[in-house]
């Protein structure tokens, strides 16, 4: 069966730097898009970052452009979110997902179906 | 970006009885192309996440029947035709037409 474990939380400092991973198993990791969604504490979700199968297009929300890159090694299943000039409103439970839907030139539709169980990213100094 | 809307925010049902939660998005939904990008989720509590339905009305495998989608355009609907226990936690209605693609503030659906 599908299995996301993200690991790489913890606390840091603002200004800091953190990268996340996310260990993929049963599915052909190669084959689909990834995604990373945030919630911080008490609130709703917030879509962070999408990468393509093969890496060829990323794309990021507004509040992280700039600041944070997604990146993935087929090699080893794994996804990567790596998270520089960390704000306090970066606090938050990241989730990767896995992704359905499809893309058609730059234009992508996609939806998660998985979900791994988050990891905790605190900013305070 | 395109805003999505939930009504109510908070629901307490009654085992038994039906519940339904409305989405609208400031944008239509629907691409040219005649697929509609809008999808539901539930958060139980203290879990990720889980897809319910995928482009308005089309269950996810393992879902159960009692739930059901429906809508179009700016306006859509989830409904449980017969809430459980387990049925409890947060849902989420998602865009996917346009980046960035986007939340409502979600939906609590408790046990009265």
């Known amino acids: 069966q599908v299995q996301l474990v993200e690991s790489g939380g913890g606390v840091v400092q603002p200004g800091g730097s953190l990268r996340l991973s996310c260990a993929a198993s049963g599915f052909t990791f190669s084959s689909y898009g990834m995604h990373w969604v945030r919630q911080a504490p008490g609130k709703g979700l917030e879509w962070v970052a999408f990468i393509r199968y093969d890496g060829s297009n990323k794309y990021y929300a507004d509040s992280v452009k700039g600041r944070f890159t997604i990146s993935r090694d087929s090699s080893k299943n794994t996804l990567y979110l790596h998270m520089t000039s960390l704000r306090a409103d970066d606090t938050a439970v990241y989730y990767c997902a896995k992704t359905l839907g499809y893309c058609s030139g730059g234009s992508c539709y996609p939806y998660f179906d998985y979900w791994g169980q988050g990891t905790l990213v605190t900013v305070s100094s | 970006d395109i805003v999505m809307t939930q009504t109510p925010l908070s629901l307490p049902v009654t085992p038994g009885q039906p519940a339904s939660i409305s989405c609208k998005s400031s944008?239509?939904?629907?691409?040219?192309?005649?697929?509609?990008?809008l999808y539901w989720y539930l958060q139980k509590p203290g879990q990720s996440p889980q897809l319910l339905i995928y482009e308005v009305s089309n269950r996810f495998s393992g879902v159960p029947d009692r739930f059901s989608g429906s809508g179009s355009g700016t306006d859509f609907t989830l409904k449980i035709s017969r809430v459980e226990a387990e049925d409890v936690g947060v849902y989420y209605c998602m865009q996917s037409i346009q980046l960035p693609w986007t939340f409502g503030q979600g939906t609590k659906v408790e046990i009265k």
């Open positions: 944008q239509s939904l629907l691409h040219s192309g005649g697929e509609t990008y």
